[in-house]
């Protein structure tokens, strides 16, 4: 398996604009997670889907976030103005609870965002 | 509320033991995992615990101590290649994860 896909890997771009970050998890995984990690706030949950839905997005900073998962091989996470406070490395991960390691989740590699 | 503390940094000498310890205050408790994370990758799974005691997994070992709130993550025989960051995280209803402990091997 090719493990949980991101892209872009880098992103750098200009204060106000629209930034749109791509994951594949890995096939057959029924969760998928959005997370974002800093120096000074460590790895932060933004939102889980459970089977393509919604199940927590109480990680979401504020209404400039939005995510969705319109199928179970794809996944978006949206930013809209982007602010220099979003800059960060931005992971998905995706974990399957029917395995004998439920739970475990496996992390792509990540996006680095800049917003300057 | 809900609070992982574990120490920002450690340093170890390369052959020797170390001990990072984990300490939460959650709501909920199904389970603990520590995660291995080298710099400018991504995090990786070391270890889940769900019940009380010592898991062992190679030169890895994780305690978890759920009355105590408490688990520690022990790496024997360092090597430099083990110079990492080692998350905990513990799943209540949700995954939350510590901020991470950077450890230094010395040669």
């Known amino acids: 398996d090719a493990g949980v896909i991101q892209s872009p890997r880098h992103e750098v771009t200009e204060m106000g604009q629209e930034v749109t970050l791509r994951c594949k998890p890995i096939s057959g995984h029924d969760y998928l997670f959005w997370y974002r990690q800093t120096m000074m706030r460590g790895l932060e949950l933004l939102i889980y889907f459970n089977n393509n839905v919604p199940i927590d997005d109480s990680g979401m900073p504020e209404d400039r976030f939005s995510a969705k998962m319109p199928n179970a091989s794809f996944s978006t996470l949206k930013i809209q103005p982007s602010e220099p406070r979003d800059s960060a490395v931005y992971f998905c991960?995706?974990?399957?609870?029917?395995?004998?390691?439920?739970?475990?989740?496996?992390f792509g590699p990540g996006t680095r965002l800049t917003v300057l | 509320g809900q609070n992982i503390d574990q120490p920002t940094e450690m340093t170890a000498t390369e052959g020797a033991i170390v001990q990072i310890n984990c300490t939460y205050q959650t709501s909920g408790f199904n389970g603990l995992f520590w995660y291995q994370q080298h710099a400018g990758e991504a995090p990786t799974f070391l270890s889940y615990n769900v019940l009380d005691g010592l898991e062992e997994k190679g030169r890895f070992s994780s305690f978890l101590s759920r009355s105590k709130g408490y688990s520690y993550l022990l790496l024997k025989e360092l090597q430099m290649k083990d110079s990492a960051s080692y998350l905990c995280a513990v799943r209540d209803d949700k995954i939350i994860f510590g901020k991470g402990t950077r450890l230094h091997i010395l040669p």
């Open positions: 991960a995706s974990s399957d609870l029917r395995t004998p390691e439920a739970d475990t989740q496996y």
